[in-house]
């Protein structure tokens, strides 16, 4: 079975600052790993996934991610934060030996951007 | 391709009252997914389907709530009858993902959602 957590529900960083939001995962087969981004009042966005490629995975929005098997780890990190990235974060665990076909969610980090 | 497509995007309901949501998953994508989102609980997987069929229904609340996807670009979500607690963002996914081995290589394609308020 598989599962996720995001360690910090809500974080607040600085415009032009660098962002980082937690993910860690457990996972019984080999892990696909993603992260979606949900700006309010709006559907899920697909950020960018990990299915056993490079471990330095580029998504949109100048956001990436990191495989560290080692750390059972997956953190999203941006360089210089923009207001625009303000929304809710949310990393997804699935695993891809597995016949059920469904991926569990986090339970979200919100992302505020002080001016 | 235009993605998923919800409707509606607003429901108002009053209390005991048939709901029924509506999807239209992307063009060759065999897997649909319907979720529930509320700031209590978060997100809620309640049904996917596979090439049309339910594989996994264990999410769905009780048996007020059915779905049906009668054919590859089309599935409903019907509460009947509604009550407040039903107030939430239903939203539906599809993902292109296979039946078997594939797992959850693919990501889902998530649709805007229908914001459904029960009175």
């Known amino acids: 079975a598989q599962s996720v957590t995001q360690l910090d529900s809500h974080v607040s960083v600085s415009e032009g600052t660098p962002v980082l939001l937690r993910c860690n995962y457990s996972?019984?087969?080999?892990?696909?790993l993603f992260w979606y981004v949900q700006h309010p009042n709006k559907g899920l966005q697909l950020l960018l996934k990990?299915?056993?490629?490079?471990?330095l995975v580029k998504g949109i929005n100048g956001f990436e991610a990191e495989f560290k098997k080692s750390e059972t780890s997956f953190h999203l990190t941006k360089p210089s934060a923009h207001m625009s990235d303000a929304a809710e974060y949310f990393c997804v665990v699935s695993d891809r030996g597995s016949s059920a076909s469904k991926i569990i969610f986090g339970s979200g980090t919100r992302l505020s951007i002080r001016p | 391709d235009a993605g998923v497509i919800q409707s509606p995007r607003h429901e108002v309901t009053e209390m005991g009252q048939e709901v029924t949501l509506r999807c239209k998953p992307i063009?060759?994508?065999?897997?649909l997914f319907w979720y529930r989102q509320t700031m209590m609980r978060g997100l809620e997987l309640l049904i996917y389907?596979?090439?049309?069929?339910?594989?996994?229904d264990s999410g769905m609340p009780e048996d007020r709530f059915s779905a049906k996807m009668p054919n590859a670009s089309f599935s409903t979500l019907k509460i009947q009858p509604s009550e407040p607690r039903d107030s939430a963002v239903y939203f539906c996914a599809s993902s292109p993902q296979g039946p078997t081995t594939q797992g959850g290589k693919y990501g889902y394609t998530f649709g805007s959602g229908t914001r459904l308020t029960v009175v």
């Open positions: 389907f596979n090439n049309n069929v339910p594989i996994d």
């Open positions: 996972s019984s087969y080999s892990p696909s």
């Open positions: 990990y299915t056993s490629a490079a471990t």
């Open positions: 063009s060759g994508h065999n897997s």
